[in-house]
C-alpha cells in the first residue's frame, strides 16, 4: 500500500521512526494527484467536457508543490537533529480554499478574489504547520462555501467525487471530501456552516467532524455565517480526526468567539469505551423534508430505506457493544432547519460580502465607470456567481427595514427552540439524559452532477439534517456506515452536547472497531484502481 | 400565487446589493428568490411561546466559556506593503478611487 492511502497517524510513525522520509510521502501524494485529480481548477476555465475531465476528480484549486516541499524536507531535517518534529509530522494535508496562508491564494472558489494572496495565515493553518503537517494544496468548494454539491464555484471544472465521477462531491467543503477520499492528503481542513463538512464527507465515504461552535478558532477563515461557521477536518480514519481537531482545537486570542475552554486528551479519550452510554435515534432525521418544485408544496416522506437500514444497523453495533439505543426521542423543530437557515445564513452572509467591492483588493471590473457605485455595481455583478448573489439579496429582503416582515427574529427565535430541543434531549437530569443522539448524515447518497444545482430550494434541502446542529452550536462528527446500491457510500452523524467531541470520537471510533472486518471496510474508490493503484 | 418579491422590489434589493445585471439572471435570481421565501414562510407557521428569546448564537457565551478581553493595543502589521499590493489602483502609498457620486436622502 502506498503511503498516500494510509492515515495520517501510521504515516507520521513511518517518519518519525525513519522508515520513509516525509519527502517520500509527499512524491507519493503528489504522484496520486497526478494520477487521479486531472484538471486543476481555474477560474472561468471550461466546465469539464472530455473523456479525461469527466473520469478525474478535480479537488483542487491549486496544488502547493515547492511549498510542501520545503515543509517536508523542514521535518526530515528535524528528525535527523533529534527534534520533536510534532504530532502531525509530515502527514500531507489540503485546505479548503476559504483558509488563508500567507503568501498563497484564498479564492474562496470566487472570481472576485480570484487574484488575492493572502498576506496572513489562518490560526488553523499555523497549528497545523505548528504540528509538522505538510500542506500539498488548496481545494475547490462551493463559491464562500454556499452550496452543497461544490458545483457553485467560478473554478472550473469543479470537484467530482472519486467512487462515480458522475456524480457531485456534496458540499460545500467537496474538494475536501474528494481530496481525502481519493488519497490526495490525509487530511482536509474544512468549515461547516449548515453541514458543509459532514455532507461532503457522507458523500464520499470519509470522516468529517464539526466541532462545537467556538472550539476552533474562525480567524483566517474567509466569513460566509458568522455565528455558524466552525473549522474542522476531514479525514479517512476517526483517529486522524482526533489527532487534527487535538492540533487546531483551542483559544485564540485573536477571535473572540474562540471558546476559553481546556482541550483535552482526544487520543485517550477516544479509546475509552462505550458501555452504558445513551444513544437516541430520532424518527425527525429519519425523514425528509423538500420543496415540491410542481406543487410549490412542502413534502414530507420517509428516508431512503437503504439510509435508514444502514444508521440502524450502526446502532446494532453499538448497542452490541454495550450502548444503550434509546428510540423515539422528540425533536420537534428538526423540520424548521432549513427555513431557518435560509434567513440566518442569508442575513450574515449578505453582511459579510458588503466588503469585496474592487477598491481594497481582490477582482475590479475591466469595463468603464463613472463613479464609485458604477465601479462597485459592475465589480460586484460581473465577479460574484449566481449564490452569492441569491445570499446578498435575500440577506437584504429579511433585514432591511423597508422589507421587514420579521422573519429574521422569528427565525432566531425558532433557533432558540432548536437549541432546546437538544438541551432537553443531552440534560442529564431530563427524560431522555442522551450522550448522544445517531442520525443520517444527508437525506440521499450523492446525486448525479447537474441533477440538482439551479434549484437552490432544494438545494439548500440537502442540508436538513446537518442544519439543526449549527443552529444549536452543538458538534457533530459523521463517519461511513456502508454503501448503497449504486456503491455510493452512506454516512452516519453522531450528535452530542457541547464540547462532546472526546465522546463523539469515542463512540465513532468504537464502531470503526467493531465494523472493522465487514465487507463494505475494503472497498475503494473505482478511480483508485482504474489507476493502477 | 402572488409574488413576494416583486420586479421593483428586487430592482430596490439590487441596487441595495451594488449589482448590475442582466435581465435574463435578474429574472432568474428573483423566481428562486420567490421560491425561497415559500420555504421560509413555513416559520410562521411554529408555535412560538412568547416568553421564548431570540438567539444570536445556538451556544450560550458565559464565565465558563468566554475569552476575557484582551488587552487593547496596536500592533504594526509587518506585511504593510503586502496588503496595500492587493489594491487594484495605487498612488503614493493611497488607494485610488474614481468620484464618488452624492445625492440626496429622502
Known amino acids: 500500500m502506498k503511503t498516500c492511502d494510509l492515515p495520517a497517524f501510521i504515516v507520521t510513525d513511518l517518519i518519525k521512526t525513519k522508515q520513509v522520509s516525509a519527502v517520500e510521502v509527499l512524491e507519493d501524494t503528489l504522484e496520486r494527484i497526478r494520477q487521479v485529480d486531472g484538471r486543476t481548477g481555474q477560474v472561468d476555465a471550461l466546465k469539464a467536457s472530455s473523456e479525461e475531465d469527466l473520469s478525474t476528480v478535480h479537488a483542487f484549486t491549486l496544488v502547493t508543490e ?335 427595514a423597508q422589507f421587514d416582515k420579521g422573519y429574521y427574529e422569528l427565525a432566531l427565535k425558532a433557533r432558540a427552540l432548536m437549541r432546546q430541543d437538544f438541551d432537553t434531549i443531552f440534560d442529564p437530569k431530563g427524560k431522555y439524559k442522551l450522550d448522544a443522539l445517531l442520525t443520517p448524515t444527508a437525506p440521499s447518497t450523492a446525486f448525479p452532477i447537474g441533477s440538482v444545482y439551479g434549484d437552490s430550494v432544494l438545494m439548500q434541502y440537502s442540508d436538513q439534517l446537518t442544519a439543526t446542529t449549527n443552529h444549536a452550536g452543538i458538534p457533530g462528527l459523521s463517519i461511513p456506515v456502508g454503501f448503497d446500491r449504486d456503491n455510493l457510500p452512506i454516512g452516519a452523524q453522531v450528535l452530542g452536547s457541547d464540547y462532546s467531541e472526546g465522546l463523539l470520537l469515542r463512540i465513532a471510533r468504537a464502531y470503526e472497531k467493531v465494523t472493522e472486518n465487514e465487507d463494505w471496510r475494503v472497498k475503494r474508490p473505482p478511480i483508485l484502481s482504474k489507476n493502477g493503484n | 400565487m402572488t409574488d413576494k418579491i416583486s420586479p421593483e422590489d428586487f430592482e430596490r434589493l439590487a441596487e441595495l446589493a451594488s449589482l448590475e445585471l442582466p435581465a435574463d439572471e435578474a429574472e432568474y435570481l428573483r423566481k428562486e428568490l420567490n421560491n425561497q421565501m415559500l420555504s421560509i414562510e413555513v416559520l410562521e407557521s411554529i408555535p412560538i411561546d412568547t416568553e421564548i428569546g431570540a438567539a444570536a448564537h445556538g451556544i450560550a457565551y458565559n464565565e465558563r466559556n468566554s475569552a476575557n478581553p484582551r488587552e487593547d493595543f496596536s500592533l504594526q502589521d509587518p506585511n504593510r506593503d503586502a496588503i496595500l499590493k492587493q489594491a487594484p489602483e495605487m498612488e503614493d502609498g493611497y488607494i485610488v478611487v474614481p468620484d464618488i457620486s452624492h445625492e440626496e436622502l429622502d
Open chain 1, 66 to 400: 515547492d511549498y510542501a516541499r520545503k515543509q517536508a524536507e523542514n521535518i526530515d531535517r528535524l528528525i535527523k537533529e533529534g527534534e520533536n518534529p510534532g504530532p502531525l509530522a509530515g502527514v500531507p494535508y489540503t485546505a479548503k480554499d476559504i483558509f488563508t496562508v500567507k503568501g498563497i491564494q484564498a479564492t474562496a472558489g470566487s472570481k472576485i478574489l480570484s487574484n488575492y494572496i493572502s498576506p496572513y495565515s489562518a490560526t488553523v493553518v499555523e497549528r497545523m504547520e505548528e504540528a509538522g503537517a505538510v500542506m500539498v494544496g488548496k481545494v475547490n468548494l462551493d463559491e464562500f462555501t454556499y452550496g452543497s454539491s461544490s458545483e457553485s464555484s467560478a473554478y472550473k471544472p469543479v470537484p467530482r467525487n472519486p467512487w462515480d465521477t458522475s456524480r457531485v462531491t456534496g458540499g460545500s467543503s467537496g474538494g475536501s471530501a474528494a481530496a481525502v477520499a481519493a488519497g490526495e492528503g490525509a487530511i482536509s481542513l474544512g468549515t461547516d456552516t449548515g453541514g458543509s463538512i459532514r455532507h461532503p464527507a457522507s458523500f464520499c465515504g470519509t470522516v468529517g467532524l464539526k466541532p462545537t461552535y467556538g472550539r476552533v478558532s474562525r480567524y483566517g477563515l474567509i466569513a460566509f455565517g458568522s455565528s455558524l461557521d466552525c473549522p474542522g477536518p476531514l479525514t479517512r480514519t476517526v483517529t486522524d480526526a482526533a489527532l487534527t481537531l487535538q492540533a487546531i482545537a483551542g483559544p485564540d486570542p485573536r477571535d473572540n468567539t474562540a471558546a476559553a475552554v481546556a482541550v483535552p486528551d482526544y487520543l485517550e479519550e477516544m479509546e475509552k469505551d462505550i458501555r452504558g452510554l445513551r444513544i437516541g435515534l430520532s424518527e425527525e432525521f429519519f425523514r425528509v423534508t423538500y420543496f415540491d418544485s410542481e406543487s410549490m408544496e412542502l413534502v414530507e416522506n420517509p428516508i431512503d430505506p437503504q439510509i435508514r437500514d444502514a444508521v440502524l444497523s450502526a446502532a446494532g453495533f453499538l448497542a452490541q457493544l454495550g450502548a444503550d439505543i434509546v428510540m423515539d426521542v422528540p425533536l420537534p423543530h428538526t423540520k424548521y432547519g432549513v427555513p431557518t437557515y435560509f434567513v440566518i445564513s442569508r442575513v450574515e452572509a449578505s453582511s459579510n460580502l458588503l466588503r469585496y467591492d474592487g477598491v481594497k483588493y481582490g477582482y475590479r471590473t475591466e469595463k468603464s465607470f463613472a463613479d464609485l457605485r458604477e465601479l462597485y455595481r459592475k465589480t460586484r455583478g460581473e465577479a460574484f456567481g449566481v449564490e452569492p448573489k441569491l445570499r446578498m439579496l435575500m440577506g437584504i429582503y429579511l433585514s432591511a
